[in-house]
């Protein structure tokens, strides 16, 4: 078979590398994304400790600058992440997959701090994480265009 024909999309033009490629474009940008909205957040509870007001009785009970704190780290981590993915760097993949399951760990534990953006998050971490882990080798070493 003629190259970027395989029936698989193995070839260079071949329509799952072409989807795989899209993915891993969408995950780089929502990892960068969500990364700098995470720094945002947890610098805004840095700065206020008022910004955040828990909603009721909830098992994890932080400070809220304890919160920021950990949400700055971990959205700076995930921006860095997401920008090697634009590259199409192995180990980003592997660490944007872990920056995205602790992401949403860490969102899901705040929901009662602000539930709709928590899961917001968290399901976006959830796309991230499909898309990085369905992205392969060969679609990252033939780049982002024909």
């Known amino acids: 078979m003629a190259e970027g024909t395989h029936p698989r999309g193995r070839g260079s033009g071949g329509a ?7 993915l891993a474009l969408f995950a780089g940008i929502m990892m960068v994304m969500t990364g700098t909205f ?3 957040q ?3 509870a840095i700065l206020n400790d008022d910004v955040y007001v828990l909603r009721g009785d909830y098992v994890f009970k932080f400070d ?3 919160w920021g704190w ?3 780290v971990i ?5 860095v992440a997401g920008f090697y993915v634009l590259y199409g760097r192995l180990w980003a993949r592997v660490i944007g997959i872990a920056c ?3 992401s949403g760990i860490v969102n899901f534990a705040f929901i009662p701090y602000y539930p709709v953006w928590s899961l917001t998050i968290v399901a976006l971490d959830a796309a991230v994480i499909w898309a990085l882990a ?4 060969q679609a990252a070493e033939s780049g982002w265009r024909e």
């Open 16 to 22: 799952a590398v072409k989807w795989a490629r899209g």
């Open 100 to 102: 995205a399951v602790v």
């Open 38 to 40: 995470g720094a945002i």
């Open 134 to 137: 369905v992205y392969s080798r």
């Open 70 to 72: 950990i949400h700055m």
């Open 75 to 79: 959205g700076i981590l995930v921006a």
């Open 42 to 44: 947890g610098l805004a």
């Open 64 to 66: 809220v600058t304890a």
